[in-house]
Structure formats: structure tokens, C-alpha cells
């Protein structure tokens, strides 16, 4: 790898050349979030085909980044999330599940897309999770699996408890 292509991959994450892996990481987030599917920036400017493209670069362009900064000593090991990342907050007074699991996910920086790589769950399914459209759920012993990766991935304190409160809306829905 040369020395212009690392700039270059610097450039555009928007870093400076001295940035710290913790730096690298908001940045690689901050633009994925910037060109994910449903980003009102992207939205007119750009064809799904252009969008992913740049998807791509940013992708690769991290991936270069990050195996250029040497982790410091004491880190344990790769995290999925920043490290100022704070455990995720209880479900606000008359927050819904959904709403929940939104809030945390965009704490996180995190877009749909990436839940969906992760837990290979559709990122229609996860939409409709979030936005509690219960009418277009999958069948509840699907919903179970998917809320469930869902709350595990963002590392929610008792994904269990998530799960049955969000599995407990459809029953009350069918009552």
C-alpha cells in the first residue's frame, strides 16, 4: 500500500493523518451514516449503484486505515463499538420497544444496514421492528429470532426481557 493511497483514504474519511483508531472508527461510522440507504443527503444526488460504490470505498478505505494505527497496548481486543460508546439507557417512560431499539442503534452510530450484515436479518424486517408496524412482521416465532439479534448486537442489557416485551405487542394486538 502506498503512502498516497493511505492519504487518500484519509481524505476521505475526513481525518487527519495522526487520528487515533477511536478517531478512524467515528469517522468510518459518521460516513457510512452519511450515504446509508435512507440518508435525505445522499437521497437525490445519488443512484443506488453510486451510493454503494461510495459504501464501498469507505469500507476499503477503513479497512486500510485501521490496520495502519497500532491499537494501544492495553486494548484488549476489537470491539464492535466505539469505547466511549455508554450502556445503552432503560427505555425512557412511555418509550415503545421499538422506539428503544432505534434510540440505541443511532447511539451507536449505527445504521440499518449494518444490523442486517450482522445479524442477516432483511433490513425491511428491522425498519418494521423499530417503527412496531406489527401487521408486517414475520411470523412471532421469527420475530422472536430477529428482535432477539437484534438486541444482542446492540448489547442491551437482558435481550430476553426485549424480546418478550416486544413479542407481548403482538399478543395485545391479536387480544
Do not use: W
Not at 427505555?91 to 440505541?104: F, M, Q, W
Not at 438486541?151 to 437482558?158: E, G, M, N, S
Request: glycine share 4%.
Amino acid at each position: 500500500m502506498t503512502r498516497d493511497t493511505l492519504e487518500k483514504d484519509y481524505k476521505l474519511l475526513n481525518l487527519d493523518l495522526n487520528a487515533t483508531a477511536q478517531e478512524a472508527r467515528r469517522a468510518y461510522h459518521r460516513m457510512k451514516a452519511l450515504y446509508s440507504e435512507g440518508s435525505l443527503a445522499t437521497y437525490s444526488l445519488m443512484t443506488s449503484g453510486e451510493r454503494d460504490e461510495m459504501l464501498d470505498r469507505i469500507e476499503r478505505a477503513y479497512m486500510r486505515i485501521s490496520m495502519n494505527i497500532e491499537p494501544p497496548s492495553q486494548t484488549p481486543g476489537p470491539s464492535l463499538f466505539p469505547e466511549e460508546a455508554a450502556p445503552p439507557a432503560p427505555p425512557e417512560p412511555g418509550e415503545s420497544i421499538g422506539a428503544y431499539l432505534k434510540r440505541c442503534r443511532q447511539n451507536l452510530g449505527l445504521t440499518l444496514r449494518d444490523i442486517a450484515s450482522r445479524t442477516r436479518v432483511r433490513t425491511t424486517y428491522l425498519e418494521h421492528i423499530e417503527n412496531e408496524r406489527l401487521s408486517d412482521l414475520p411470523a412471532p416465532v421469527y420475530l422472536r429470532g430477529f428482535v432477539l439479534e437484534f438486541a444482542r448486537i446492540l448489547d442491551l442489557p437482558d435481550p430476553e426481557s426485549i424480546t418478550a416485551a416486544y413479542l407481548k405487542l403482538i399478543d395485545e394486538e391479536d387480544a
